[in-house]
């Protein structure tokens, strides 16, 4: 009896010049890994960052919190020992008694008149010399960002009493003019904006832009601002703060009867014992705004720092 006879292997496919060739290895489609990006692996953060992390903002919204808490209590609840850290019921009466120790509303009205002045004034300004220092060639240009740059370095308490004499002599005493010209313009605004216009701002835009026939004023308008918006978010938010919660110069330059809102809750708390949570209440309401603008700028602002980081 015989074997079964094995069938006969199938031929090997023929090459082009006719020896044998292998079949062609299947494609294994690649999987990122996971973490890993284009650049690189991407690092993870470990319990121990993200403790760190929720430590800092605790610390960091603590003030406001303990703002709110005792805007709510009474002063009596403010001198227990322990004190509560939980809010009380008397918010509205604190707020009731900011309004009628302080005009409030018409200090918040000044201080929206004088941030909102000083913020466009300094942006707009700013952002012209900052541009005419990054992207423009002309005379003497290195000798004066010098001087811009080195005026930082004078304390600006040098200049209170020559600068009140000037108001005085055109008649600006107690109006809100005394507070809004002396801001528009900020040596720290050149210098961001001309750092910020130098990596931001192609030349070759500018020279496409020169080419068309474009004058300089053009391509400001054109050009530069769009770039510069996330910047000029930047620079406007720290303008504004910056404003809002000066206090030396205002309480010189103004009186109580036309007060910003620092200069009104100097007259919180009167008599000889002062009432921590009456303060706390309008610092509450000075407060407010500012979170307000941060909240309304907040992702151009990010947008801005995460491009003046990143160099393209």
């Known amino acids: ?26 494609v294994r489609a690649r999987v990122p890994r996971r973490g890993a990006s284009r650049a690189g692996r991407t690092l993870h953060a470990g319990p121990l960052a993200y403790a760190i992390l929720i430590v800092a903002v605790l610390f960091s919204a603590f003030p406001f919190y303990w703002t709110i808490v005792a805007a709510s209590r009474s002063n009596a609840d403010l001198a227990k020992v322990p004190p509560s850290l939980l ?25 929206f ?29 290195g000798a004066l960002l010098a001087i811009t740059v080195g005026t ?7 200049g209170v ?3 009140f004499m000037l108001i005085a002599e055109l008649g600006w005493v107690n ?3 005394a507070v809004i010209l002396p801001g528009l313009v900020s040596a720290f605004g050149v210098f961001f904006m001309r750092q910020y216009l130098m990596q931001a701002l192609p030349d070759e835009l500018i020279e496409a832009a020169r080419v068309d026939g474009a004058s300089t004023a053009r391509i400001f308008w054109s050009i530069v601002v769009p ?9 406007g938010l720290l303008t504004f703060m910056a404003a809002w919660n000066d206090f030396f110069w205002p309480v010189v330059a103004l009186t109580s009867s036309e007060p910003t809102v620092q200069v009104a809750l100097r007259q ?27 909240g309304l700028l907040g992702r151009q602002i990010v947008g801005g720092i995460m491009q003046g980081a990143v160099k393209g």
């Open 1 to 26: 009896m015989t074997a079964p006879i094995a069938p006969a292997p199938a031929p090997a496919p023929q090459g082009p010049s006719g020896p044998p060739t292998r079949p062609p290895a299947p």
């Open 87 to 111: 809010p009380g019921p008397n918010l509205i009466r604190n707020f009731e008694a900011v309004l009628e120790e302080a005009d409030i509303g018409k200090a918040l009205l000044n201080s």
């Open 113 to 141: 008149i004088v941030s909102g002045s000083i913020t466009l004034g300094t942006v707009l300004c700013c952002t012209l010399a900052g541009f005419a220092f990054a992207k423009l060639r002309f005379r003497g240009r």
């Open 152 to 158: 930082m370095m004078i304390p600006p308490q040098l």
């Open 161 to 163: 009493i020559p600068l």
């Open 175 to 177: 109006q809100l003019q």
């Open 227 to 235: 770039i510069a918006r996330p910047g000029m978010a930047v620079l």
């Open 268 to 294: 919180l708390g009167g008599g000889y014992v002062h009432d921590q949570s009456v303060i706390m209440a309008g610092t509450l309401l000075g407060t407010l705004p500012v979170l307000l603008v941060f």
